[in-house]
């Protein structure tokens, strides 16, 4: 039976908050330390009302631990999340505006008045939208509401990348050399990376997540840069500042956690490796790290907790440092909040940082020395997101998630997520699916765990980032802890293929593919027990077969004794058994032995089969061998000449139209730029040809696909 915190949200909602186990216990069930390091005592006051200024998994994840604590809850939400799972789980929910963020999400006034209406007593606002904004701050503090977090001092101090990197010198954090002033133009830009010398970082001096953020190695890229930068900034964060800094060449992202009282105390939760990122955006997280020794790590705590110290820091918050191959660390930024990332320090101390934010943020003393913090075992995070991993390592996907099931029914997986069966992914909010969290006593152990857990996600109804998650727990690179933020670019330089099929894995993949094929065919024989007329015999036992498999056709040779099937496929001989049951998405197999989890996405009677297989989808036909003869003769199709087109690679609004019919584009010219969840993309041509159509205007909605410019 699944630990009660897995339930789906409409199912916890139901539970009695008093039979609810602690958070870490319900995390890591079967591991006998287990335990809470603070068990919540009902008797301590903090809140009867909280608001949420949040949406999606963070939502749901705050109320589950305000549900524990007896406090009631009031969820925001936009119109078209008025069925959203936050809005079903709280006690309370109040619309706040339409769809696009600034005005329901980031629409300060009427989230004020939806604490005025509802009484709310204090405001976590999770982490994005306003929960690093000071005058969000400002104003429930004058209002006499508690703003869940650090006070408007250190979110101003920090928030600004300029001032915090000041303030870390002088509290004697190590700091990476660079321009501490505004950057005003593109030319102020170049010569200021002409000072610091190649390759520089220019990033948004408010906001992080990546936006903002771009790497210059010539001074052509800084201009670039610079105005790629400024654009995204000004359209996340509202605020286009910029500053320049050296560029570590092969750093390691680094953070640690801390978490501070207004007593004047405060500790470092150790540290989470988050090195493995695609745009700046962080993909697999760790904790703890391979890389970091004792010595290093309580070097990186110590001046972490100085940094928090110095702007009087109250709440949970991180400090990000990165790492280079000497170990020698710099100070990155300071988040003001809650991290994505926060459940694997969650997993590994036995701290709910939820909890200790409420007892915070109430005026409590922490309870804990740093002595009494522990690293017990270890803790690996995927980010599921609706994206298509073939694309730049994931360009956004929209769409209903027509199916969907999470892997709750295995031990030591953690599902934080916001989303149900039938939820829609759209353009208006970050494509993130959920937080899929695995823990084991070891770090082979955790991510044998990921690897199971990512076999047993059922996602249908948008492309999602599963193929490329399996592959990075599973490189050797990364099992060997040799990473980098460069690992995606270096590992797949020609931008990611899927799970590369050897010689073995062919034939498992060929034998599976064949086994279903003729496990459907037997059971069309039968209606309601009674024997149906059929192209196959009733007494068949052998078949030959044709399998096509990444344009190649392959003879495949059957025996079916029972639930075992016998397969000569590619020189090789593979055994396969299993239940069968196709209509369940998940196909749990013994192939030679070793126990597999493959999902059927897609059968019809045409011998087309589409199966996920370590996590990658593999396309297949099974035919029998006068079929596939037969077939040979069938007309090839041509396919599109994508040279003289423009399509959009993902859903977005369209920012920018650099060209009209007529105009003569050189090759890699820029034709357009596509904004989608406020990253800004720009698309050029694949060849020098004249203009001859422009399909698409500024402010524009495209969808993936759709023909943007036509070139002669």
């Given at each position: 039976?699944?630990a009660?915190?897995?339930?789906?949200?409409?199912?916890s909602r139901?539970?009695n908050?008093?039979?609810?186990v602690?958070f870490l216990?319900?995390?890591?069930?079967?591991?006998s330390?287990a335990?809470?390091?603070?068990v919540?005592?009902?008797?301590?006051k903090?809140?009867?009302?909280i608001?949420?200024a949040?949406?999606g998994?963070?939502a749901c994840r705050?109320?589950k631990?305000c549900?524990k604590?007896?406090?009631?809850?009031?969820?925001v939400?936009?119109?078209?999340d008025?069925s959203?799972v936050?809005?079903?789980?709280?006690?309370?929910?109040?619309?706040?505006g339409p769809a696009p963020t600034?005005?329901s999400?980031?629409?300060?006034?009427?989230?004020?008045e939806?604490?005025?209406?509802?009484g709310a007593?204090a405001?976590h606002?999770?982490?994005?939208?306003?929960?690093e904004?000071?005058?969000f701050?400002k104003?429930?503090a004058?209002?006499?509401?508690?703003?869940i977090?650090?006070?408007?001092?250190a979110?101003?101090?920090?928030?600004?990348k300029?001032?915090?990197?000041?303030i870390?010198?002088?509290?004697k954090v190590?700091?990476i050399?660079g321009f501490?002033g505004?950057?005003?133009?593109a030319e102020?830009a170049?010569?200021?990376?002409?000072e610091i010398?190649?390759p520089?970082m220019?990033k948004?001096?408010a906001g992080?997540g990546?936006?903002?953020?771009?790497i210059a190695?010539n001074?052509?890229?800084t201009?670039e840069?610079?105005?790629?930068?400024s654009?995204?900034a000004?359209?996340?964060?509202?605020?286009d500042?910029l500053?320049i800094?050296?560029?570590i060449?092969?750093?390691?992202?680094i953070?640690i956690?801390v978490?501070?009282?207004?007593?004047?105390?405060?500790?470092?939760?150790?540290?989470?490796?988050?090195?493995?990122?695609?745009?700046?955006?962080?993909?697999?997280?760790?904790a703890p790290?391979?890389?970091?020794?004792?010595a290093?790590?309580?070097?990186?705590?110590d001046q972490?907790?100085?940094?928090?110290?110095?702007v009087q820091?109250s709440?949970?918050?991180t400090v990000?440092?990165?790492?280079?191959s000497?170990?020698?660390?710099?100070?990155?930024?300071?988040?003001?909040r809650?991290?994505?990332?926060h459940?694997i320090?969650?997993?590994?101390?036995?701290?709910d940082?939820?909890?200790q934010?409420i007892r915070?943020?109430?005026?409590?003393k922490?309870q804990?020395k740093?002595?009494?913090?522990?690293?017990?075992?270890w803790?690996?995070e995927?980010?599921?997101?609706?994206e298509?991993?073939y694309?730049?390592?994931?360009?956004?996907?929209?769409?209903?998630l027509s199916?969907?099931?999470?892997?709750i029914?295995?031990?030591?997986?953690?599902?934080?997520s916001?989303?149900q069966?039938?939820?829609?992914i759209?353009?208006?909010?970050d494509?993130?699916?959920s937080k899929?969290?695995t823990?084991?006593?070891?770090?082979a152990?955790?991510?044998?765990?990921?690897?199971?857990?990512?076999?047993?996600?059922?996602?249908?109804?948008?492309?999602?980032?599963i193929?490329?998650?399996?592959?990075?727990?599973t490189?050797p690179r990364?099992?060997?802890?040799?990473i980098?933020?460069?690992?995606?670019?270096e590992?797949y330089p020609?931008g990611?293929?899927?799970?590369?099929?050897k010689?073995?894995?062919?034939?498992?993949?060929?034998?599976?593919?064949?086994?279903i094929h003729?496990?459907?065919?037997?059971?069309s024989?039968k209606?309601?027990?009674a024997?149906?007329?059929?192209?196959v015999?009733?007494?068949?036992?052998?078949?030959?077969?044709?399998v096509?498999?990444?344009?190649k056709n392959?003879s495949?040779?059957?025996?079916k004794?029972?639930?075992?099937?016998t397969?000569q496929?590619?020189?090789?001989?593979v055994?396969?058994v299993?239940?069968?049951n196709l209509?369940?998405p998940?196909l749990?197999?013994s192939?030679?032995g070793?126990q597999?989890?493959?999902q059927?996405l897609?059968?019809?009677?045409?011998g087309n089969?589409?199966?996920?297989y370590?996590?990658?989808?593999?396309?297949?036909r099974?035919?029998s061998?006068?079929?596939a003869e037969?077939?040979?003769f069938?007309?090839?199709?041509v396919p599109e000449d994508?040279?003289?087109?423009?399509r959009?690679?993902?859903?977005?609004?369209v920012?920018?139209v650099s060209v009209?019919?007529g105009d003569?584009?050189?090759?890699?010219?820029?034709?357009c730029?596509?904004e989608a969840?406020?990253?800004q993309?720009?698309?050029?041509a694949a060849?020098q040809a004249k203009?001859?159509?422009?399909?698409?205007s500024?402010?524009?909605?495209v969808?993936e696909g759709?023909?943007l410019?036509?070139?002669?």
């Open positions: 039976m699944a009660p915190w897995l339930l789906s949200p409409s199912r139901l539970l908050t008093a039979k609810n602690s216990s319900r995390c890591c069930a079967a591991i330390h335990q809470y390091s603070a919540h005592t009902p008797t301590e903090t809140f009867d009302k608001l949420i949040n949406r998994e963070i705050v109320i631990t549900k604590m007896g406090i009631r809850t009031v969820a939400h936009s119109d078209v008025s959203a936050h809005v079903k789980m709280a006690d309370e929910a109040l619309c706040v600034n005005k999400y980031l629409n300060m006034d009427a989230i004020m939806a604490i005025r209406v509802t007593q405001v606002p999770g982490y994005g939208f306003l929960s904004n000071k005058e701050a104003r429930l004058a209002d006499g509401v508690t703003f977090g650090p006070d408007t001092h979110i101003q101090a920090m928030g600004d300029i001032e915090s990197k000041l870390a010198k002088a509290a190590n700091t050399p501490d505004v950057v005003e133009t102020d170049v010569k200021i990376a002409q010398g190649y520089v220019i948004a001096s992080g990546g936006k903002g953020m771009r190695w001074d052509e890229e201009r840069g610079f105005r790629f930068s654009q995204e000004a359209s996340s964060f509202g605020d500042r500053l800094e050296k560029y060449d092969n750093p390691r992202h953070e956690q978490l501070a009282d207004k007593h004047g105390n405060a500790l470092w939760l150790n540290e989470r490796e988050c090195s493995i990122q695609r745009r700046n955006q962080k993909v697999v997280e760790e790290s391979t890389f970091l020794d004792p290093t790590r309580k070097a990186m705590g972490a907790v100085q940094l928090a110290k110095a820091y709440s949970a918050g990000e440092f990165l790492v280079d000497k170990k020698n660390f710099y100070f990155l930024e300071m988040n003001t809650l991290q994505v990332e459940p320090t969650e997993c590994i101390t036995g701290l940082l939820v909890e934010m915070v943020a109430k005026g409590y922490l804990h740093q002595e009494d913090i522990p690293i017990n075992g803790a690996v995927s980010r599921v997101y609706a298509d991993p694309k730049s390592f994931g360009l956004p996907s929209i769409g209903r199916q969907y099931q999470e892997p029914n295995l031990s030591n997986v953690r599902v934080d916001g989303i069966e039938g939820s829609d759209s353009i208006y909010y494509p993130m699916i899929l969290v823990y084991g006593t070891t770090r152990e955790a991510l044998s765990k990921m690897e199971e857990a990512l076999d047993n996600y059922v996602i249908r109804g948008v492309t999602h980032n193929p490329l998650l399996r592959e990075i727990i490189h990364f099992i060997s802890g040799d980098s933020t460069n690992f995606l670019p590992v020609d990611f293929k899927g799970h590369q099929l010689q073995e894995t062919c034939s498992e993949l060929l034998a599976t593919a064949a086994a003729i496990t459907a065919q037997l059971r024989q209606v309601l027990g024997v149906r007329v059929s192209s015999p009733v007494e068949c036992c052998s078949w030959e077969l044709c096509e498999l990444g344009g392959y495949v040779d059957v025996i004794s029972g639930n075992l099937y397969v496929a590619n020189g090789g001989k055994e396969v299993g239940e069968w209509a369940s998940l749990p197999l192939i030679n070793t597999r989890t493959l059927c897609h059968r019809d009677a045409s089969i589409i199966l996920q370590h996590g990658t989808s593999f396309k297949v099974v035919l061998k006068l079929a037969l077939n040979s069938m007309p090839e199709r994508t040279s003289s087109i423009l959009s690679p993902m859903p977005g609004t920012v920018v009209k019919p003569t584009v050189a090759e890699g010219q820029e034709i730029v596509i969840m406020k990253m993309n720009s698309l050029t060849k203009v001859k159509s422009v399909h698409c500024q402010g524009e909605t969808g759709d023909l410019v036509e070139l002669e």
